[in-house]
């Protein structure tokens, strides 16, 4: 039953690019509910959707609507952002209109946390066993350049790590690194005390920053993060420290970056994010032998949609009941 404020029978708006049995799984997994689907969806999930006109028929949407389209909707109580980010919805004036309408908003960050966590554990083990090194070098054992290379490895265990950003995916990276015996660290802007590890807010960063081995950057793009890793946040750096983003691009200087790679502060960085997507062919990253770029498939893997699917089914099904949403976000 749905709650007591909303009609019996509710209109379920998506914008979501998926394959058509995946479509049909949310098709009958919200009967008796209805299915609105625009003609045309948005490009990318970084650039705002035009506004479709059955949005405004909405109780609830799925997907990357247009900000002036939810804000817009007079029927609209819970929107879920198909992806973890929620970048272009996070700013003073689109919270202050949710916060009117009371409206609820989730995001699908157990979607995808495994798969980024993982893609970054992959990023550390790569760059302590000097994979692209090895996989470049052709020499037999024993030369000098065999033992320089075996040399030039590390044992995680030991290391220190400072994750700034902490959220859903750092807390699944703290539990995968648990075996290796590593110092970790990480800061928030307001920790909650139920973090696995100890927490730093922001204004304690420095100190951290000089004694990490590995700094994991998360953070998403917000007015507050843009270039919040610029050329004093790499100076302050242990020397030799691997930086690696999976946040998103717009929080790095990338030219800082570049200069501090060339320079030798940092050893090496690993990027699955960068800003623009995909950089420029000349940009001085690229260019680098010790900086390592994905294109921005940390988050992917076989069943995503398949998985993000079944987590609106299952907040939908809260909804019916009343229960409080997984990822809720405001």
């Keep these: 039953m749905s709650p007591p404020d909303l009609p019996a029978t509710l209109n379920v708006f998506t914008d979501i690019q998926v394959e058509p049995a995946l479509l049909e799984r949310l ?35 799925l997907g990357q609507p247009a900000v002036a389209g939810v804000l817009g909707s007079k029927n609209l109580r819970w929107l879920q952002v198909s992806t973890a980010s929620i970048t272009r919805y ?38 302590a066993r000097q994979l692209p090194r090895a996989l470049a070098t052709v020499t037999p054992s024993g030369t000098d350049t065999w033992y320089q290379l075996r040399a030039s ?5 030991g290391q220190t790590v400072l994750i700034v950003g902490y959220g859903s995916i750092a807390e699944k990276l703290v539990g995968m690194l648990a075996p290796f015996a590593m110092r970790v660290r990480a ?26 081995d590995h700094v994991i950057n998360i953070l998403p793009d917000s007015e507050s993060t843009r270039d919040f890793f610029s050329t004093k946040e790499f100076a302050v750096m242990k020397h ?41 062919a000349d940009h001085p990253l690229f260019a680098l032998e010790n900086c390592h770029i994905t ?26 009941k009343g229960d409080e949403l997984l990822s809720r976000v405001m």
Excluded at 104 to 115: E, F, G, I, L, R
Excluded at 187 to 203: A, Y
Excluded at 244 to 267: H, M, P, W
Aim: charged share 20%.
């Design 153 to 157: 490895c590390r044992l995680l265990r």
């Design 295 to 320: 294109p921005h498939t940390g988050g992917g893997q076989k069943d995503d949609m398949r998985d993000m699917v079944e987590h609106f089914l299952e907040n939908f099904a809260r909804f019916l």
């Design 187 to 212: 800061v928030r802007r307001e920790p909650r005390g139920t973090e696995s590890v100890n927490v730093l807010t922001p204004d304690q960063i420095y100190p951290a920053l000089a004694t990490a």
């Design 27 to 61: 098709r009958t997994g919200i009967e008796p509910h209805r299915l609105l689907v625009p003609s045309a969806g948005g490009t990318s999930v970084l650039e705002d959707a035009p506004i479709d006109a059955q949005l405004a028929e909405a109780h609830i949407a």
């Design 240 to 280: 030799g420290a691997t930086f690696y983003n999976i946040g998103r691009g717009t929080t790095v200087d990338q030219n800082a970056l570049a200069q501090a790679l060339q320079e030798g502060l940092l050893s090496a960085a690993w990027l699955d994010v960068t800003e623009p997507e995909p950089l420029p």
């Design 90 to 127: 996070d700013t003073p004036e689109f919270r202050s209109g949710v916060g009117e309408k009371q409206l609820v908003v989730t995001n699908s960050s157990p979607v995808y946390d495994q798969a980024c966590a993982e893609h970054l554990l992959a990023f550390m083990l790569a760059q």
